[in-house]
């Protein structure tokens, strides 16, 4: 009855043997499963909702519904076909934990959450539709769960996962005092590129603020104050959900309409009407999305360096500070926003009015002798006169049911640093943009952490040594350090960042002496950074809404001014919407890939295409569209660009591809302005290599090897895998205008987390590589940082290819044993795919190459193949068993060849 139950051997596995990613995860193998399934025959309606709630906000996406068809052939609909991986509920208990083929581990769910989806997908799926799945819960099953060997290891049973049940994890993490994110304020009020900052006087983690503020910065908008709590937690980068964006928690005190906030300069006469009408181009759904026009606003940048953070605006050329606080008269809270103009010749008009019927709020101005300017409010519309000195006034909302004690409030009463209101603020003091303070040697006064260095063994092609960042006895902010960018800042120093929106200084990067690395955090609360550069000693981080330059005003080794170099990035509520890598050419310009939507067209101009920004950050355009989800890319010297792209719609199966500028890259899905553009293949530019999933799965940054230090791998191309943790090396061939090439995984282990970027020592060249687990992935470890460094052992890596008619040549980093060196010992098959509107492709037209004739050079480095039969096709699969000195070593290369 349980034979489907073999496809597990991982579940047996205990004590010492599980994997040490496994070890760090919640509730695996070892679970107790018989008092789980006892509580699997009690569960009821609130169980089926719960499990509902959690399918429909990830597992959907994918597996689709009783309505809803699945992305593609490869994904089991639940209520159709037998599970391939058994359908008991531990075999999908299993595959929720370790992931199966193409479907990833679930680690944000606790057991009790699996057993709930278990539920969900027994009653809603398997019980009327799909019988032969529906197993059924008796003594038999029972003494199966007894049988394993694993049965007297227990963890105790999580209680309900009903709302507020527990605190989120994230809830602890130190953020500091702003988080950027998108943000919904309820389901018909979000804020795609927003800002959260915390107003408690003794709490200044945003994570745990119980009084908070949102900001729109696209607008200039303040879009919400509010009190009880931060946010949901519920985001793709928080608890891996797709469907289900952050939302503001707790009780909205003061909430504003979606637009614009400050008027663009106009000329205004007396009854005139004042022009609040967003100028931005709406997108495909209505919505307008993106920056307004930098003449109109602009954000600049967030203050950190004072009492409480400042929002730094620029508004029709006019530097405006804007500073919510939270003020205390009695008893009763008093939300504040004050805003400090520079002088200014003209008049400026900002929108104050809230959404809440009986709103309580109040402005405070300037007295009308004085010589700081005048303002008036009139239908929720604040107007400044000109003004020759900088000029602030205040905003203060508070709870409905004290608006007639705001009636009677002074602004003497305000109390700010304990003293009454003063006219002005300080102005603060700009950045120059010169960023040279992280130029700088000493972060001793950081917040820092010890990571250990293990040093690895020198036993394979490759030596591993590993920066250990799990430890979270060690970690002070509680974070997860998910490393999505490395770039060196000088031999010993590294500045990396993390998706979950830390960036940090690794000093002793090498583990030198054997003293560990110190990791220093700078910054913190960024949106989703998945890529970092360093340039000219300063460090840029591309995060999903801006290009940030982190500026240490006061001395004391931690960023507190973050500098919005550019922020021409178009944001949308969609989990997908990443701006994914950052690297710069020779001329000192930036790149970035803005991700299309997992489903569904191009919302905005900019879904699937890549980015170039100017080198001063000042404008920003598209150079290349028809791209899907590119994870990093690379750009050389000579400024080719590279790019991996990932399966899915229009995308068959994923890509390592060289990008030509203003080419279309085949995602029919993304933004593209042609409108001869069909979805033949003909109008698109073929990559260089169709990566087949099995094989290399989300493969993520190219890279090439430095000229020395790596052997016969000196100059070779390579990329970091990050669906199933390798480190792969590439060999091409161009013809003309053709460029062809295949891959191999080096012969390395897989990392424990999935690898996203890597940058090579400047000295030394070894390659540090850095990884995260965040989606789709079976290398389930949070975070990683490794050194990799080649030893004196051959790998027999692929380092060329060369092709003719009937013939196909390969070339080796070592020698092999030729003489040994059979036909037999070689297969070659070539498929095809179909790119269409389906996600993904399997591989189709199966057909088995044979090899007639194989020589070997005198070197013992290159074979070549006599194949008349080998044809262009877009999967070539090699595999090859190569006789050495040492035994047999088997290497398999897949590319794709489209001219012989």
């Given at each position: 009855?349980?034979?489907?139950?073999?496809?597990?051997?991982?579940?047996i596995?205990?004590?010492?043997?599980?994997?040490?990613?496994?070890?760090?995860?919640?509730?695996?193998?070892?679970?107790?499963?018989e008092?789980?399934?006892?509580?699997?025959k009690?569960?009821?309606?609130?169980?089926?909702?719960?499990?509902?709630?959690?399918y429909q906000?990830?597992?959907?996406?994918?597996?689709?519904?009783l309505?809803?068809?699945?992305?593609?052939?490869?994904?089991?609909?639940?209520?159709?076909?037998?599970?391939?991986n058994g359908?008991?509920?531990?075999d999908?208990?299993?595959?929720?934990?370790?992931?199966?083929?193409?479907?990833?581990?679930?680690?944000?769910?606790?057991?009790?959450?699996k057993?709930?989806v278990?539920h969900?997908?027994?009653?809603?799926?398997?019980?009327?539709?799909?019988?032969?799945?529906?197993?059924?819960?008796?003594?038999?099953?029972?003494?199966?769960?007894?049988?394993?060997?694993?049965?007297?290891?227990?963890?105790p049973?999580?209680?309900?996962?009903?709302?507020?049940a527990?605190?989120?994890p994230?809830?602890?993490?130190?953020?500091?005092?702003?988080?950027?994110?998108?943000?919904?304020?309820n389901?018909?009020?979000?804020?795609?590129?927003?800002?959260i900052?915390s107003?408690?006087?003794?709490?200044?983690?945003?994570?745990?603020s119980?009084?908070?503020?949102?900001?729109?910065?696209?607008?200039?908008?303040?879009?919400?104050?509010?009190?009880?709590g931060?946010?949901?937690?519920?985001?793709i980068?928080?608890?891996?959900?797709h469907s289900?964006?952050?939302?503001?928690?707790?009780?909205?005190?003061?909430?504003?309409?979606?637009g614009i906030?400050?008027?663009?300069?106009q000329?205004v006469?007396?009854?005139?009407?004042?022009?609040?009408?967003?100028p931005?181009?709406?997108?495909?759904?209505?919505?307008?999305?993106?920056?307004?026009?930098?003449?109109?606003?602009?954000?600049?940048?967030?203050?950190?360096?004072?009492?409480?953070?400042?929002?730094?605006?620029?508004?029709?050329?006019?530097?405006?500070?804007?500073?919510?606080?939270?003020a205390?008269v009695?008893?009763?809270?008093?939300?504040?926003r004050?805003?400090?103009?520079?002088?200014?010749?003209?008049?400026?008009?900002?929108?104050?009015?809230?959404?809440i019927?009986a709103?309580?709020?109040?402005?405070?101005?300037?007295?009308?002798?004085?010589?700081?300017?005048?303002?008036?409010?009139?239908?929720?519309?604040?107007?400044?006169?000109?003004?020759?000195?900088?000029?602030?006034?205040?905003?203060?909302?508070t709870?409905?049911?004290?608006?007639?004690?705001?009636?009677?409030?002074e602004?003497?009463?305000?109390?700010?640093?304990g003293?009454?209101?003063?006219?002005n603020?300080?102005?603060?003091?700009?950045?120059?943009g010169?960023?040279?303070?992280?130029?700088?040697?000493?972060?001793?006064?950081?917040?820092?952490?010890?990571?250990?260095?293990?040093?690895?063994?020198?036993?394979?092609?490759?030596?591993?040594?590993?920066?250990?960042?799990?430890?979270?006895?060690?970690?002070?902010?509680?974070t997860?350090?998910?490393?999505?960018?490395?770039?060196?800042?000088?031999?010993?120093?590294?500045?990396?960042?993390?998706?979950?929106?830390?960036?940090?200084?690794?000093?002793?990067?090498?583990?030198?002496?054997?003293?560990?690395?110190?990791l220093s955090?700078?910054g913190?609360?960024?949106?989703?950074?998945?890529?970092?550069?360093?340039?000219?000693?300063?460090?840029?981080?591309?995060?999903?809404?801006?290009?940030?330059?982190?500026h240490?005003?006061?001395?004391?080794?931690?960023?507190?001014?973050?500098?919005?170099?550019?922020?021409?990035?178009?944001?949308?509520?969609?989990?997908h919407?990443?701006?994914?890598?950052?690297?710069?050419d020779?001329?000192g310009?930036?790149?970035?890939?803005?991700?299309?939507?997992?489903w569904?067209?191009?919302v905005?101009?900019?879904?699937?295409?890549?980015?170039?920004?100017?080198?001063?950050?000042?404008s920003?355009?598209?150079?290349?569209t028809?791209l899907?989800?590119?994870?990093?890319?690379?750009?050389?010297?000579?400024?080719t660009?590279?790019?991996?792209?990932q399966?899915?719609?229009?995308?068959?199966?994923n890509?390592?591809?060289?990008?030509?500028?203003?080419?279309?890259?085949?995602?029919?899905?993304?933004?593209?302005?042609?409108?001869?553009?069909?979805?033949?293949?003909d109008?698109?530019?073929?990559?260089?290599?169709?990566a087949?999933k099995?094989?290399?799965n989300?493969?993520?940054?190219?890279?090439?090897?430095?000229?020395?230090?790596?052997?016969?791998?000196?100059?070779?191309?390579?990329?970091?895998?990050?669906?199933?943790g390798?480190?792969?090396?590439?060999?091409?061939?161009?013809?003309?205008?053709?460029?062809?090439?295949f891959?191999?995984?080096?012969?390395?282990?897989?990392?424990?987390?999935?690898?996203?970027?890597?940058?090579?020592?400047?000295?030394?060249?070894?390659?540090?590589?850095?990884?995260?687990?965040?989606?789709g992935s079976?290398?389930?470890?949070?975070?990683?940082?490794?050194?990799?460094?080649?030893?004196?052992?051959?790998?027999?890596?692929l380092?060329?290819?060369?092709?003719?008619?009937?013939?196909?040549?390969?070339?080796?980093?070592?020698?092999?044993?030729?003489?040994e060196?059979?036909?037999?010992d070689?297969?070659?098959?070539?498929?095809?795919?179909e790119?269409?509107?389906?996600?993904?492709?399997?591989?189709?037209?199966e057909?088995?190459?044979?090899?007639e004739?194989?020589?070997?050079?005198?070197d013992?480095?290159?074979?070549?193949?006599?194949?008349?039969?080998?044809?262009?096709?877009?999967?070539?699969?090699?595999?090859?068993?190569?006789?050495?000195?040492s035994?047999?070593?088997?290497?398999?290369?897949?590319g794709?060849?489209?001219?012989?």
């Amino acid at each position: 009855m349980f034979k489907s139950l073999a496809l597990h051997p991982i579940l047996i596995l205990i004590g010492s043997v599980l994997l040490p990613a496994l070890a760090q995860a919640e509730e695996f193998a070892i679970f107790d499963h018989e008092r789980a399934t006892e509580e699997l025959k009690r569960f009821g309606d609130a169980e089926f909702e719960s499990g509902k709630a959690l399918y429909q906000k990830v597992c959907a996406v994918c597996h689709g519904d009783l309505q809803k068809p699945a992305i593609n052939d490869t994904v089991r609909r639940f209520h159709e076909v037998p599970l391939e991986n058994g359908s008991t509920p531990l075999d999908i208990y299993g595959t929720l934990t370790y992931g199966y083929k193409t479907m990833a581990p679930q680690p944000w769910m606790d057991a009790r959450q699996k057993y709930e989806v278990i539920h969900y997908i027994r009653e809603e799926f398997f019980k009327e539709h799909n019988p032969s799945q529906y197993v059924t819960l008796d003594d038999d099953y029972t003494q199966f769960l007894w049988s394993r060997p694993d049965a007297s290891l227990r963890f105790p049973w999580p209680e309900s996962t009903a709302p507020d049940a527990a605190p989120s994890p994230h809830s602890e993490v130190d953020n500091g005092p702003a988080l950027f994110g998108h943000f919904e304020v309820n389901p018909s009020h979000y804020v795609p590129k927003g800002l959260i900052i915390s107003l408690d006087p003794e709490n200044r983690n945003v994570s745990s603020s119980q009084h908070n503020a949102l900001y729109d910065l696209d607008t200039g908008r303040l879009a919400a104050f509010w009190q009880g709590g931060p946010v949901t937690w519920t985001d793709i980068v928080y608890d891996g959900q797709h469907s289900q964006n952050a939302r503001v928690k707790g009780e909205v005190i003061f909430e504003s309409p979606m637009g614009i906030a400050w008027t663009k300069k106009q000329e205004v006469t007396p009854g005139k009407h004042i022009d609040f009408r967003d100028p931005r181009e709406q997108g495909l759904d209505g919505r307008s999305y993106g920056p307004l026009p930098k003449d109109h606003l602009r954000y600049k940048g967030l203050f950190l360096n004072g009492d409480q953070p400042a929002i730094h605006f620029e508004v029709n050329g006019i530097d405006v500070i804007d500073k919510p606080w939270l003020a205390r008269v009695g008893e009763i809270d008093y939300y504040v926003r004050s805003i400090t103009v520079a002088p200014h010749e003209h008049e400026m008009y900002l929108r104050l009015q809230g959404k809440i019927e009986a709103i309580a709020t109040k402005t405070f101005f300037g007295s009308s002798g004085d010589l700081l300017g005048r303002g008036n409010i009139n239908d929720g519309i604040a107007r400044l006169s000109p003004a020759d000195k900088p000029l602030t006034f205040h905003f203060v909302a508070t709870h409905p049911k004290n608006i007639e004690q705001l009636g009677a409030l002074e602004r003497e009463d305000l109390l700010y640093e304990g003293q009454p209101l003063a006219q002005n603020f300080p102005w603060p003091e700009l950045p120059d943009g010169s960023g040279t303070s992280y130029l700088r040697k000493d972060y001793s006064q950081a917040v820092s952490m010890e990571a250990d260095y293990q040093k690895g063994e020198a036993t394979g092609a490759f030596k591993v040594d590993t920066i250990q960042l799990a430890q979270t006895s060690k970690n002070p902010w509680k974070t997860r350090i998910r490393l999505s960018g490395i770039d060196f800042i000088d031999e010993d120093t590294a500045a990396l960042c993390s998706w979950s929106g830390d960036v940090f200084i690794a000093e002793n990067i090498q583990g030198k002496d054997g003293q560990p690395v110190i990791l220093s955090r700078i910054g913190a609360g960024l949106h989703q950074p998945l890529g970092l550069v360093v340039r000219d000693g300063e460090i840029f981080v591309g995060c999903r809404g801006q290009i940030m330059r982190p500026h240490d005003l006061d001395g004391d080794a931690v960023a507190d001014y973050y500098e919005a170099f550019n922020t021409d990035h178009v944001v949308t509520m969609h989990f997908h919407d990443f701006s994914a890598g950052l690297d710069t050419d020779q001329h000192g310009n930036f790149y970035y890939a803005k991700c299309s939507q997992h489903w569904g067209s191009a919302v905005h101009k900019r879904h699937g295409t890549l980015i170039r920004v100017s080198a001063d950050g000042s404008s920003s355009e598209i150079i290349a569209t028809g791209l899907r989800s590119n994870n990093g890319m690379f750009v050389e010297d000579d400024e080719t660009i590279w790019l991996t792209d990932q399966e899915g719609f229009w995308n068959p199966q994923n890509k390592i591809l060289r990008v030509k500028l203003g080419g279309f890259h085949g995602n029919m899905l993304a933004w593209h302005d042609n409108t001869q553009i069909s979805a033949s293949d003909d109008d698109m530019e073929e990559p260089m290599i169709w990566a087949q999933k099995s094989f290399s799965n989300s493969p993520s940054e190219v890279f090439r090897f430095p000229a020395e230090g790596w052997g016969n791998l000196n100059s070779k191309l390579g990329y970091f895998g990050y669906g199933r943790g390798h480190l792969m090396i590439i060999a091409n061939e161009e013809k003309g205008d053709v460029l062809q090439g295949f891959t191999q995984r080096l012969d390395l282990p897989p990392f424990p987390t999935g690898i996203m970027r890597g940058e090579f020592h400047p000295s030394d060249h070894s390659l540090f590589a850095c990884g995260l687990f965040g989606w789709g992935s079976n290398r389930t470890e949070w975070g990683g940082l490794f050194r990799i460094t080649p030893t004196e052992h051959p790998s027999y890596s692929l380092t060329g290819i060369e092709t003719a008619p009937g013939k196909l040549s390969f070339t080796l980093s070592d020698a092999i044993e030729g003489s040994e060196l059979k036909p037999a010992d070689i297969t070659l098959t070539t498929y095809s795919i179909e790119r269409s509107a389906r996600y993904g492709s399997k591989l189709k037209d199966e057909n088995p190459i044979a090899i007639e004739t194989l020589e070997v050079s005198e070197d013992g480095q290159t074979i070549t193949l006599g194949v008349p039969d080998l044809a262009p096709a877009r999967i070539v699969i090699l595999r090859a068993e190569l006789p050495t000195g040492s035994g047999v070593q088997v290497r398999e290369f897949q590319g794709s060849l489209y001219e012989l």
